[in-house]
């Protein structure tokens, strides 16, 4: 009985290690942490999703370590925005000659373009419009990037293609969900009422999607500084149009907007979460939570205007 049960065992060893094997979850590294929470809802227990940059970080102002040349290297998936959110992945991943295969997850999204003088800091040319890459603050561009995220996937491996697009279909219906969400709870504002000052502008394709102006004193990118003469003119302009929803972000400086709500006497509204998630102790850990975070305070705050 002893030495039967013995050689079973060892003929069904190399399958057991052949099915552990095939069990162990591909290794993902997302740009930063919206990302990640997208493929990891639409990988499930079949990926293991790294972020480079983190919940609370800022993606604008990103220095790359060894550590994350390492990570890339390791992946077998490097998911990125794209729209020039990150202009330093695809340096990175050439640094750690990283050979697999990189997803730009906004592909398909039609982009926002702004002005130069509207996208001071991005590191464009005068005269010259710039892309908005804050794709992701529109939930049915999101269904893009979760197509994107459900094929890239079901290349690398083709057994988990239905779990994916089972994951990805429940998802979009999510998505749906949010969408109405928004649109419920800002049904009652006036057009009058729709305007936002925020840290820096990322909330383009938001404001086109429902229909709110947004203003910020810093462009689409958080590197740059805005002049004193830009400044006066918000300041201004909330004056003048008594605008009271101000809000700061979760990874910007707050000093400047807390200057300006003081010069203007006005009470800066919660915080906001725009390029990263929160921690998982805070209100917006994936990004699901965060834009029904968001879309809840600027109600709260434009209701003030």
């Given amino acids: 009985m002893t030495l039967k049960w013995l050689a079973c065992a060892a003929l069904s060893a190399p399958l057991l290690l052949q099915t552990s094997h095939a069990a162990e979850p591909i290794p993902v590294v997302a740009s930063f942490s919206i990302l990640a929470d997208l493929v990891q809802v639409v990988g499930g227990e079949r990926v293991k999703v790294q972020a480079l940059v983190g919940p609370d970080a800022d ?6 370590s060894p550590a994350d040349a390492k990570a890339i290297l390791g992946a077998r998936l490097f998911v990125i925005n794209g729209l020039n959110f990150e202009p330093w992945a695809q340096k990175l991943a050439k640094s750690a000659a990283y050979a697999g295969p990189t997803l730009v997850a906004s592909q398909g999204v039609k982009p926002r373009s702004m002005p130069a003088e509207e996208a001071h800091g991005h590191g464009h040319d005068h005269g010259h419009s710039a892309t ?3 794709a992701w603050q529109d939930p049915t561009n999101v269904k893009l990037y979760v197509k994107n995220i459900a094929k890239s996937l079901s290349s690398l491996d083709p057994q988990g293609a239905d779990s994916y697009q089972k994951n990805s279909d429940a998802y979009i219906k999510e998505l749906d969900t949010l969408d109405s ?3 419920e709870q800002l049904a009652s504002l006036s057009p009058r009422q ?3 000052i925020t840290s820096h502008d990322a909330f ?3 404001g086109a999607r429902y229909q709110i102006r947004f203003l910020a004193p810093q462009g689409i990118s958080t590197e740059g500084e805005p002049s004193a ?3 006066a003119k918000l300041i201004r302009q909330i004056k003048q149009d008594k605008i009271r929803a101000v809000f700061v972000e979760n990874m910007s400086n707050p000093k400047l907007l807390a200057q300006i709500a003081k010069d203007t006497g006005v009470t800066l509204g919660a ?3 725009v390029d990263a998630l929160s921690s998982p102790s805070e209100p917006a850990s994936t990004y699901l939570k965060l834009m029904q975070h968001n879309v809840t305070q600027l109600v709260a705050g434009m209701k003030l205007n």
Avoid at 59 to 64: D, I, L
């Fill in 204 to 206: 383009g394709y938001f």
């Fill in 132 to 134: 908005d890459p804050h």
């Fill in 271 to 273: 915080k906001l979460y």
């Fill in 181 to 183: 969400f928004a649109k």
């Fill in 59 to 64: 993606a604008h102002e990103f220095t790359p």
């Fill in 229 to 231: 003469k830009e400044v």
């Fill in 194 to 196: 729709r305007q936002v």
